[in-house]
């Protein structure tokens, strides 16, 4: 059984930072590519960041692009999402995602089946 375990999330000030971790077990973490989303009230869950199955290729949504790094680390079964200058707008739950299916590009939403619970990020002005 696949698990995914969000931690980190938290309240911060405006221009402020936190590192997002999750912890996958169930499964060989190298057949996944990885995925953050996040779901703001009132809206649908979004891609924001994605990382291949190597590591070697990552994806960013334009409204985080240069203010977050995904980042995965095998060794111990782990992807990361660093998050710099954080906005009131970046409120959100955060959740990460696996991906397994080899044939499909790695930011393919739809391809994304097992998911964290997900972990709260709240950015004060």
């Known amino acids: 059984q696949v698990r995914l375990v969000e931690s980190g999330g938290g309240l911060v000030q405006a221009g402020g930072s936190l590192r997002l971790s999750c912890a996958v077990s169930g499964r060989s973490f190298g057949s996944f590519a990885m995925g953050w989303f996040r779901q703001a009230p009132g809206k649908e869950r979004d891609l924001i960041a994605a990382i291949s199955w190597s590591g070697g290729a990552t994806h960013y949504d334009d409204s985080v692009e240069d203010r977050f790094t995904i980042s995965r680390d095998d060794a111990k079964n782990t992807v990361y999402l660093q998050m710099n200058n954080l906005k009131p707008e970046d409120t959100a739950v955060y959740y990460c995602?696996?991906?397994?299916?080899?044939?499909?590009?790695?930011?393919?939403?739809?391809?994304?089946?097992?998911w964290g619970q997900g972990t709260q990020v709240t950015v004060s002005s």
């Open positions: 995602a696996a991906h397994d299916t080899y044939d499909s590009d790695y930011r393919t939403t739809s391809d994304y089946k097992y």
